[in-house]
Each structure stands twice: as C-alpha cells, then as structure tokens.
C-alpha cells in the first residue's frame, strides 16, 4: 500500500490524502478543507473501490462557476498516483 498526498487547486479543499492498495483500490480518503460534509460522504462512496474507475467517474465534475471540483481534483490526484 502506498500514501499519497494531493496539493489541490482551484478548489475550497487545499489537500487530499489517500492510499492506493497493491491491488489498485483507493482508501483512507481525507480531505483537508472544502464542505465537509460531502467530502466526507465522498470519501465514503468511494472506500475500497477501484482506482481508475473512481477517477473515471469523477473526471470533469465541476462546482459552481469553477472549472473543476474536489472530486474532480480527487481523479486528477488518482490518475498522477497511479502514473
């Protein structure tokens, strides 16, 4: 397993740590700022499922009038883990 942490930009969020396991799962999600409550709720959908999927399926979520999101930072974060 390895840690990873994930300097956010654009974002309420300035952090996202995670950990990838051997066999390409997210876990341990965190995020440092942003709203809570749906980061939290994020991190919980997302526990122990397959990397590139999550990445896959949260690229290009916007928030508000921003061009990105903290998920959208999250699957930027995995896909730079998993390089």
């Known amino acids: ?8 930009s654009g974002v309420c969020s300035q952090k996202i740590d995670f950990d990838v396991t051997d066999d390409k799962k ?19 959908l997302c526990e ?8 896959t399926i949260l690229e290009g979520n916007t928030c508000g ?10 699957s930027k974060a ?3 883990a998993l390089k």
Do not use: P, R, W
Not at 48 to 55: C, R
Not at 65 to 74: E, F, P, R, V
């Open 1 to 8: 397993m390895k840690h990873y942490t994930y300097k956010t």
């Open 26 to 44: 997210i876990t341990n999600i965190v995020f440092l700022g942003g709203c809570n409550g749906n980061l939290k709720a994020i991190a919980k």
């Open 48 to 55: 122990g499922k397959d990397a590139e999927e999550i990445a």
């Open 65 to 74: 009038y921003k061009g990105t999101s903290c998920a959208d930072q999250l």
């Open 78 to 80: 995995i896909k730079e």
